[in-house]
């Protein structure tokens, strides 16, 4: 079972941010947090991930509240290109098995409207 | 071209035939995956592998076979098809650096349809 929560749509102006929330609750001290996209019928793609900082990379910028509780995905300038299932995932990195998996919940659809 | 690839893209096939999805990634990654995603169960581990001659399950391995000879490529096999098969399956792997940048990269897919 998926270990976070997310809302299942949210729509975005284009070329105005997308703020994607994401609840994980039951985090524990050595679960990262991941996001991943899918376009339809393409592959998951990786976005970002974090462990307790906020990061930043060319693609999108992770927001993590201090306690871990919960977590915010921004695209800073979304396009229509970014309307995707945009996934939230906690994983434990480097611990070997059954671990490496990555546990897709329901996402979020985010439509990019023009 | 560097990274992961699936072949075939699509296929159409019938109950009981055997099929083999094959997986290859250019990238020397130690760690590859089989998924399945369905309509209302996301996407879901099937088998995975470590290495090369290292497999181990994953969430539902029944009616699939894989192998792993080589590091770079990762087979998976349909024994005898059955119409529960149908689905996109990916392909993933990912590198096992112990670094901070784990992470697991996809292929495109096949889209598996058992008539």
């Known amino acids: 079972d998926a270990k976070t929560t997310q809302p299942p749509s949210m729509d975005c102006a284009e070329g105005r941010a997308a703020n994607l929330p994401c609840n994980h609750s039951t985090i524990s001290g050595n679960e990262y947090v991941y996001w991943y996209r899918q376009i339809h019928s393409q592959g998951p793609q990786y976005i970002i991930h974090g462990l307790k900082n906020n990061e930043t990379n060319e693609m999108a910028s992770l927001i993590i509240t201090e306690d871990r509780k919960s977590s915010t995905l921004i695209l800073p300038h979304a396009t229509l290109r970014d309307t995707a299932v945009y996934y939230c995932i906690v994983r434990i990195i480097n611990s070997g098995g059954s671990n490496y998996k990555l546990t897709f919940g329901k996402g979020t659809l985010l439509t990019v409207n023009p | 071209d560097a990274g992961i690839t699936q072949s075939p893209r699509y296929k159409i096939t019938e109950t009981g035939r055997q099929v083999t999805l094959m997986c290859h990634q250019t990238w020397s990654h130690s760690y590859m995956f089989w998924y399945r995603q369905d309509l209302g169960h996301g996407l879901r581990l099937i088998y995975y592998s470590a290495a090369a001659d290292i497999t181990d399950k994953g969430e539902v391995p029944d009616g699939y076979v894989v192998s792993r000879s080589k590091t770079e490529n990762f087979p998976l096999t349909l024994e005898s098809a059955t119409r529960s098969q149908t689905s996109v399956y990916f392909c993933?792997?990912?590198?096992?650096?112990?670094?901070?940048?784990?992470?697991?990269?996809f292929g495109p897919g096949t889209r598996l349809l058992v008539l």
């Open positions: 993933a792997s990912e590198p096992t650096s112990g670094s901070y940048q784990e992470t697991q990269y």
